[in-house]
């Protein structure tokens, strides 16, 4: 029978903690999270002192130092293909993503110091690394913004004294930037995902918004979008078995509080994870996401600890269920090579719920001192405890058909990059070659005013498509949809996807006209096309009759001719991705 964590130590407060190598949140009495540089000494300090830990460099961040990843491996195996023969899972744990939420740094920290010291795989608190569990832990993410310290940051944050900025090297935030890759950081993540293939993924994090009486929340990615058995699973085993734990080490979770400028005590719908964040990305790759959220208003001490007996609890449940969930990832992989339909967008269903038992505090209105006006208050003298309800359906109400392959020609090499760097399998045309495809045509979309992490999003963008024989040359890329990448495929390629490459702008080039005509000079072409082709007059007239403003437009029918002529340009409006049927 396998070993199963010992959960020992949350009871005796940081004293538990107090032997070495000493953290500085031990040092401070739990005041205080290490800097950055305090961090990776202190890890290489215990990587010497343990042969169960190795700590690794991987790709550079836009800081100009490398990501580092970290492994805990009770066998002292820190080969990623062996370990995966050996049948172990793998749980990614993310800390510092917004280097201001410190909590993860000095939980992980903590926890896998007490799992290392001696006597070996049994830590001061009594804890056992089961032997079909290998921790891999992110010290800190967003090295840039950690380096960028105050105590002025996030000013309703209670403590540490001091702590990182949410914004990277570049002002990025990166839990945004998990899609569109433009930062170092994400492409340093990106690879370490990948060579993992976790089969958990955790991203700590300390939330904002309403107050209340829980030290711990957990965002989980939605279950209809992770979809089939892995979404069944975790609605109905992984997500509720996590709550129990935790809430047996002294901590009631409950799920993240999306609750903003408002009271909780009506309940609240569950926070939409979508691709660009962390947790939504994992989901792409058939991984089990979650997002722990501590509660920034609570004693940092207090925080930690609470981190520290979720990522205990997570550990406890894999290796329980070590089986059950390698079975249902690989089930899935299997499934996605061939499956015919795939959700696109999704919409939240509020005649569908679940009940939870939320702690929360009296709330009520009252003059600002600020602005005279009413605002907001929770009085903590008051605290109550109730059901309410989390509205957690997300059913998909748009799908796509699942193409043959996608090509893509080579000029949109940014977009090869970033399939590449997801390790996506392609092959590059030997010869010029003419492939009858589906062709979408941008008919309309919408786009941000103002940019939104150095970019204008589009959305509500509508396609028509049709059949076209188009000419492709020697190096274009072929994308077979027959792979475990088919769903990150489709959710990147597909135009109308909520963060597709074209959603990030990727494809902006092709909405700007790049031909013209001069319009004295047009207009005697114009008139000799129309009387060669009295299908077309006969289109112009139909368009005049319809519309009166057009028909007192004579710039507007002249465009009208050209757009509807063989010297249009066929490349605007048109998605260079190709659809291979």
């Known amino acids: ?44 300090k215990l990587d010497a002192q343990s042969p169960y830990i190795k700590m690794q460099p991987m790709g550079m961040t836009d800081a100009g130092y490398p990501l580092h990843v970290i492994l805990v491996s009770s ?25 201001g939420e410190p909590d993860g740094i000095d939980a992980s920290m903590l926890l896998a110091r007490d799992i290392v ?16 569990i290998v921790l891999a832990i992110i010290p800190v993410y967003n090295i840039g913004g950690c380096l960028n310290r105050s105590a002025d940051y996030r000013v309703d944050q209670n403590g540490p004294e001091e702590f990182g900025f949410r914004g990277n090297s570049q002002n990025l935030d990166l839990n945004r930037d998990m899609i569109k890759c433009d930062s170092k950081d994400a492409r ?12 958990v993924f955790v ?21 209809t979008k992770l979809g089939g058995v892995m979404g069944e699973y975790l609605k109905n085993e992984f997500e509720p078995a996590l709550f129990n734990l935790t809430t047996e080490k002294g901590f009631d979770l409950v799920p993240y509080v999306n609750v903003w400028g408002d009271s909780p005590d009506n309940g609240w719908p569950e926070y939409w994870d979508s691709p660009r964040y962390a947790s939504g990305y994992a989901a792409l790759w058939h991984t089990f996401s979650f997002v722990p959220e501590s509660h920034m208003l609570k004693p940092y001490d207090q925080r930690v600890k609470a981190s520290y007996a979720l990522m205990q609890s997570f550990v406890e449940f894999t290796a329980r269920n070590s089986e059950r ?26 005649s569908k719920f679940k009940e939870v038992i939320y702690k929360g505090y009296a709330s009520g209105n009252k003059p600002s001192e600020v602005s005279g006006l009413s605002r907001l208050y929770y009085d903590r003298n008051k605290p109550y405890e109730k059901p309410v309800k989390i509205f957690n359906y997300y059913p998909a109400k748009e799908f796509v058909s699942r193409p043959k392959g996608y090509i893509i020609p080579q000029g949109w090499w940014k977009i090869i990059e970033l399939l590449r760097l997801n390790k996506v399998q392609m092959i590059q045309l030997k010869r010029d070659t003419t492939i009858e495809v589906e062709v979408y045509k941008i008919e309309d979309y919408k786009t941000m005013p103002r940019q939104y992490e150095m970019h204008h999003l589009n959305s509500d963008v ?22 475990v990448a088919n769903r990150f495929l489709i959710e990147t390629l597909e135009p109308q996807a909520e963060d597709s490459y074209f959603a990030w702008n990727y494809f902006d080039a092709i909405l700007g006209q790049k031909e013209g005509y001069s319009a004295y000079a047009f207009e005697d072409i114009a008139a000799d ?37 063989p010297w249009f340009e066929p490349a605007y409006m048109r998605y260079p991705v190709y659809r291979v049927k």
């Open 1 to 44: 029978m396998r070993n199963i964590l010992l959960l020992t130590c949350i009871s005796f407060g940081i004293a538990s903690f107090s032997q070495g190598p000493l953290t500085r949140f031990e040092l401070s009495g739990g005041s205080q999270t290490p800097t950055y540089f305090e961090i990776i000494d202190w890890w290489k």
């Open 75 to 99: 066998d002292k195996d820190f080969n990623v293909a062996s370990l995966k023969r050996k049948n172990k899972r793998i749980i990614l744990i993310n800390n510092g993503i917004h280097p």
């Open 117 to 132: 010291s001696p006597p070996p795989g049994r830590g001061r608190g009594g804890l056992i690394l089961p032997d079909n």
């Open 188 to 199: 340093a993540f990106t690879e370490i995902f990948h060579l993992l293939d976790p089969d």
């Open 203 to 223: 991203d700590n994090h300390v939330s904002n918004g309403a107050d209340y009486q829980h030290v711990i929340t957990l965002l989980t990615t939605q279950n």
């Open 325 to 350: 969930i390698k079975q249902l990832r690989e089930q899935t992989k299997l499934e996605v090579i061939t499956q015919a339909q795939f959700p696109v967008k999704w919409t939240l269903d509020k």
């Open 462 to 483: 509508k396609v028509s498509a049709g059949v076209k024989s188009i000419n492709f040359r020697k190096g274009d890329w072929y994308i077979p949809m027959n792979q």
């Open 529 to 565: 096309y129309l009387k060669k082709n009295p299908a077309q007059k006969e289109k112009l007239e139909k368009q005049k009759a319809a519309d009166s403003a057009f028909a007192k437009n004579g710039r507007a029918q002249l465009n009208f001719v050209y757009q509807n002529s």
